[in-house]
């Protein structure tokens, strides 16, 4: 019963006139209700205001009989899914979601994947939520959910980034989340058919998710992925544009490299005289033309450079590496040692460094290691990360060696500390070398009393280096490892030291238990 019917329409009427002014008359009406009303005639005008007007608001409470909508019934998930993974296994999960150790996440989400193992139910909601938060592990976290988990990702919408687009027509109504993720996942495996997907849909996407489409090609590219990146260049949006230019850019044969090399021809050029030093003899470009600036070149420079200065950059950060040492396969080192001594050194500098992360150039990474004075942590880490192992730990053992007679140098503590961060485990030799440094190390650390300037930098890089030992070190040198907690007790590392270990411990079980575990399965 609502509000404005008759019977409410009674009472608020009496309510405002009040009864003495018009004597209150209990109100009619059908069912049960009418029945109830009937008995409240016997007591005064007031108390039978009082107590139909109780009646109606509580029969127009509990007499409400909520909306019904079909309910679709959920279909059942799939029975055949991957093994669990065992108990031992299960509780070191437990407590890396619960938040202990949980660096080490990664680690057992990856022996799992490679064991071919699952989650078990009870586990699946935390780590579902996990991935929600924590959008970097959403990638490892797929590959050990099995169907069960995927099926109850879809019902929740916080989860939905685990929804695998598996046809044309997912991935027509997918969200944008399962989309991406799902692009990714091809651009492994399959690249050339995640190519074909977006282009399936590309005129009907937003600016924004073609750009966030576009960025999935990074994994996988290749000059199959060239046309349709090319013809991407004169897309209205610029965000997408500039995604194009720099993929393209990545590409040393693609046809906007081999236009980038054609002006940088125009622009700079290499001088080697016999008994003089090499140089580089630089003209800036006059202008910025349409087709440079469809091919990515920035009109605005972004730093305390010239705009001509700044076209010239951007060219030689899209001109293929190999260019430079054509045609008498001048070495990289005579190319960085006199574009040192140029007028356009930082041009040169900012220019081959974006190109070598563009292309990934391991020896021109290594050479501007090597060569290039005064480089900073953002240069240092880029560079490292595109070594291979080997070549990264050979340029830090070489630190190591000339800096251990000065503990006190910040540029090997930085360069340690970005080692440490990136994804490759260390080999047991430069282990070694690094505990050995740390332990040469430590006596200065009880000699100091206070720390002030570069000292407090590089005591706090060595406590920031103890959290991502456990992550590189094999897992087989945690008993050389434990030899250094004497050396550090009555340190300000004191605590550091024992949470390193404690994280390398559980890191040895965590691989342990797999590979018990692989054992097991092979002899059944």
């Known amino acids: 019963m609502s509000w404005d019917e008759p019977p409410w329409q009674t009472v608020a009427s009496a309510a405002l006139i009040g009864t003495e002014r ?22 005064s005008p007031e108390a039978a205001l009082l107590t139909t007007a109780a009646a109606l608001s509580l029969h127009q409470q509990a007499g409400w009989v909520p909306e019904t909508s079909p309910v679709s019934a959920q279909e059942a998930c799939d029975r055949h899914d991957l093994p669990y993974c065992s108990p031992r296994a299960t509780r070191l999960l437990q407590q890396m979601i619960q938040g202990q150790y949980s660096q080490l996440l ?36 797929l590959s050990v959910l099995g169907q069960r988990g995927r099926w109850l990702a879809a019902q929740n919408l916080d989860w939905n980034y685990a929804v695998f687009v598996s046809s044309e027509s997912d991935w027509e109504t997918g969200n944008q989340t399962a989309r991406l993720l799902s692009l990714q996942e091809l651009r492994s495996h399959h690249p050339d058919r995640a190519r074909e997907l977006v282009q399936a849909t590309w005129t009907q996407e937003d600016a924004r998710d073609r750009a966030k489409f576009l960025e999935t090609f990074r994994t996988g590219l290749s000059m199959a992925d060239e046309p349709f990146l090319e013809e991407v ?8 544009r500039r995604t194009a230019a720099d993929l393209l850019a990545s590409l040393p044969d693609s046809r906007l490299c081999q236009r980038m090399l054609k002006r940088v021809e125009l622009f700079v050029t290499f001088k080697k005289s016999a008994g003089q030093a090499s140089s580089f003899e630089v003209v800036l470009p006059d202008a910025c033309d349409a087709d440079m600036q469809r091919d990515g070149i920035e009109l605005k420079p972004k730093s305390n450079v010239g705009e001509r200065a700044w076209w010239l950059q951007q060219m030689i950060s899209a001109t293929p590496l190999t260019f430079w040492q054509q045609p008498a396969s001048i070495k990289i080192a005579e190319l960085i040692n006199a574009a040192q001594r140029s007028e356009w050194k930082d041009v040169f500098k900012a220019g081959w460094r974006s190109a070598i992360q563009r292309q990934r150039d391991q020896n021109w990474a290594h050479a501007f290691l090597t060569c290039f004075r005064d480089k900073s942590n953002d240069e240092l880490q880029s560079l490292l990360n595109i070594l291979t192992p080997e070549q990264r730990e050979d340029f ?22 970005e080692t440490a961060q990136l994804p490759d485990s260390w080999s047991y030799e430069f282990t070694t070398s690094v505990l050995s440094l740390i332990t040469q190390y430590l006596p200065t650390v009880k000699a100091s009393q206070t720390l002030r ?8 890089s060595v406590r ?9 070190m094999p897992v087989d040198t945690v008993f050389d490892a434990t030899a250094l907690r004497s050396a550090a007790e009555e340190t300000y590392l004191t605590e550091a030291m024992h949470q390193f270990l404690a994280a390398l411990q559980f890191r040895q079980d965590v691989q342990h238990t797999f590979m018990t575990d692989h054992a097991i399965e092979q002899t059944r």
């Open 453 to 460: 300037g570069s000292e407090f930098l590089i005591h706090s």
């Open 396 to 417: 830090v053992s070489r630190c190591i060696q000339t800096q251990t007679t000065n503990l006190k140098d910040s540029y090997l503590w930085a360069t340690l500390l």
């Open 22 to 43: 018009q004597p209150f008359t209990v109100p009619t009406t059908s069912g049960k209700l009418g029945q109830l009303l009937s008995q409240l005639g016997h007591q």
């Open 464 to 472: 920031d280096l103890l959290s991502y030992f456990p992550l590189r």
């Open 233 to 240: 260049l004169g897309d209205r949006s610029k965000e997408v």
């Open 106 to 141: 990664p680690e057992w989400l990856s022996l799992a994947a490679k064991a071919g193992q699952r989650v078990p139910e009870l586990y699946l909601p935390d780590l579902l939520d996990l991935g929600y938060r924590q959008r970097r592990l959403r990638p490892a976290i």
